[in-house]
């Protein structure tokens, strides 16, 4: 058992068709012939909305940037984190479809 990080989850599923989705995080449990992840929410790669991410992205640095003591830096620093791992999950689901 592990705690997951925003980022993507590949798998195949039972008809060969594989399937990518975002993770906000959680806990992925792996056994001899299952694996399961309990995630926070997830999206399907293909729905993740760039410009929402970029948006986020920048209003956590800006919070960041601004902090004063009532900023809650730790929530801050999730949203900056989750944002960088919803772009580089656009990402790679670019680089995919063109290899395709």
């Known amino acids: 058992m592990t705690t997951l990080r925003p980022g993507m989850l590949q798998f195949t599923e039972q008809d060969g068709e594989e399937t990518m989705i975002f993770a906000a995080g959680g806990i992925l449990e792996v056994m001899p012939h299952l694996i399961t992840a309990l995630v926070d929410y997830a999206v399907r790669a293909d729905d993740l909305d760039e410009a929402a991410a970029k948006q986020a992205r920048e209003?956590?640095?800006?919070?960041?940037?601004?902090?004063?003591?009532?900023?809650?830096?730790?929530?801050?620093?999730?949203?900056?984190?989750?944002?960088?791992?919803?772009?580089?999950?656009?990402?790679?689901?670019?680089?995919?479809?063109?290899?395709r």
């Not at 960041?64 to 730790?74: G, K």
């Open 59 to 99: 209003e956590a640095e800006r919070t960041l940037e601004n902090r004063t003591a009532s900023v809650d830096l730790l929530a801050a620093e999730m949203k900056l984190a989750e944002s960088l791992a919803q772009l580089k999950a656009v990402e790679l689901v670019r680089m995919k479809k063109l290899k």
